[in-house]
């Protein structure tokens, strides 16, 4: 198993962090490579939720929530990843604060 980890701390609340974060049909408007976003499924926010994100070199990949905890973060399965060698892969995006003005996203 591979395990990859990249962190940011940024002088931002946990809950502001979470506001963008649990909008998660529109990573298309903070993640860089994200071209945009169809959603594939009607809720708006919790496990279960499904986005097919399409990226600026013309691949692709589906995100399923498996885990949703506000203000703390979320945790999904990727699937549909051809571009990808995978064949299994649960990214996780955790909210630590660090200080009550700071946070570490991880």
Not at 16 to 44: C, G, Q, Y
């Amino acid at each position: 198993m591979i395990h990859l980890e990249r962190s940011l701390e940024t002088s931002a609340r946990r809950q502001a962090i979470w506001a963008t974060l649990s909008r998660f049909m529109h990573i298309d408007e903070f993640a860089p490579k994200v071209k945009s976003v169809d959603a594939l499924t009607n809720d708006p926010v919790g496990v279960g939720l499904k986005r097919h994100c399409h990226f600026e070199a013309e691949t692709s990949l589906v995100h399923g929530v498996t885990d949703w905890r506000p203000n703390i973060g979320y945790r999904v399965r990727l699937s549909e990843m051809s571009a990808i060698p995978l064949t299994d892969a649960h990214p996780s995006m955790p909210i630590e604060p660090i200080s009550a003005t700071q946070s570490k996203v991880i």
